[in-house]
């Protein structure tokens, strides 16, 4: 069963930082897209930030250029998604998903992860 299960999301003060995790398991996800994606109140999916996993070019929304980045963890079959210098607007429900092919669009994500909750207050 391919699972992917994000965590570390939480309350966090204007200019603060959290690190989520989204552990994969169940598919070989080395050469997939892995893409964070955030739904705010009555909106889609917004891509934020992602890359294959193993390494290659990060592609990153406006929104996230220069404050998040993105890592993976072979070991545990993991990947991060840091965010530093955090802003009111970040706040949302942040996924996890993967992709077999290079795109920022949402429906063309195979797997989901459930979504973890990001809140920053000003």
Do not use: I
Not at 17 to 34: D, E, I, K, Q, V
Request: hydrophobic letters at 30%.
């Amino acid at each position: 069963q391919v699972q992917l299960v994000e965590s570390g999301g939480g309350l966090v003060q204007a200019g603060g930082s959290l690190r989520l995790s989204c552990a994969a398991s169940g598919h070989s996800f080395y050469t997939y897209t892995m893409g964070w994606f955030r739904q705010g109140p009555g909106t889609g999916r917004e891509f934020v930030v992602g890359r294959m996993w193993g390494g290659g070019t990060t592609y990153s929304a406006d929104s996230a250029k220069g404050r998040f980045t993105v890592s993976e963890d072979n070991a545990t079959n993991t990947v991060y998604l840091q965010m530093n210098r955090l802003k009111p607007e970040d706040t949302g429900v942040y996924y996890c998903a993967a992709s077999p092919r290079l795109t920022f669009n949402a429906l063309e994500y195979k797997y989901w992860g459930q979504g973890t909750q990001v809140t920053v207050s000003s």
